[in-house]
């Protein structure tokens, strides 16, 4: 068991440019989250995969947020025309099928200039 | 509408002394609680977690937690500190949806030799 890598760990842009970050859950871990954590906060829920369905969204993802699972496994999380705001902890976590515990990333710290 | 509070931003303790870390809940059905801690530049960490069942739950490095109905409070208790133990802690409700989960704004513990 590797646990929920993501990758990069630490990205720097300017404002306007796209970034997307890479989410490798553990294997067999049908449940996939991604969730934004500022400073001083906790984590917020950004969306929901069961399998390669993206089953929920937050009201918190503008259109600029675009997450895929296309084959059920690894994640991808884009953000177009990033802004200052967007600067925050970008959390991935997995889940087995029919359980309630989550297993957290390390995160991608995102920098927006 | 499915909520956490946790009270108490910052807590410290000394070494060998009781940890409380207080977390009071809204939620409209009988709720899934979780407790998780995080430390600097890392992902998040299950400690325990209450679905149904016995209140008391017993989680990792010695830490556990009562799920008390009455007045919809799971506090997170350890005997004695450890000055590992220095970390930020999370306590969260799973949602309505069963696939949303809502964090409290985290308890930064400080452990004092």
């Known amino acids: 068991d590797t646990g929920v890598s993501q990758n990069p760990r630490h990205k720097i842009t300017k404002r306007g440019q796209n970034v997307t970050f890479r989410c490798d859950p553990i294997?067999?871990?049908?449940?996939l989250y991604w969730y934004r954590q500022t400073l001083g906060q906790g984590p917020e829920f950004l969306t929901y995969?069961?399998?390669?369905?993206?089953?929920?969204k937050s009201r918190l993802l503008s259109d600029r947020f675009s997450a895929e699972r296309p084959k059920g496994s690894f994640s991808t999380l884009e953000i177009q025309r990033t802004e200052q705001g967007d600067s925050a902890m970008y959390l991935c976590?997995?889940?087995?099928?029919?359980?309630?515990?989550?297993?957290f990333g390390p995160g991608t710290r995102l920098l927006v200039l | 509408a499915q909520s956490v509070t946790q009270l108490g931003s910052h807590v410290s303790v000394s070494e060998g002394a009781l940890v409380l870390l207080r977390c009071n809940y809204s939620?409209?059905?009988?709720?899934?609680l979780f407790w998780y801690v995080q430390y600097p530049n890392q992902g998040l960490q299950l400690l325990l977690k209450?679905?149904?069942?016995?209140?008391l739950v017993k989680g990792i490095n010695g830490f556990e937690a009562e799920f008390k109905k009455s007045e919809t409070s799971f506090h997170l208790t350890k005997p004695s500190a450890h000055m590992s133990d220095a970390a930020e802690y999370f306590c969260?409700?799973?949602?309505?949806?069963?696939?949303?989960?809502?964090f409290g704004t985290g308890t930064s513990l400080t452990v004092i030799p």
């Open positions: 209450y679905t149904t069942g016995a209140t």
């Open positions: 969260a409700v799973r949602g309505l949806s069963g696939n949303q989960f809502y």
């Open positions: 294997s067999e871990h049908n449940r």
């Open positions: 976590a997995s889940s087995p099928p029919a359980s309630g515990t989550q297993y």
């Open positions: 939620s409209s059905v009988p709720p899934y």
């Open positions: 995969f069961q399998n390669e369905a993206q089953l929920e």
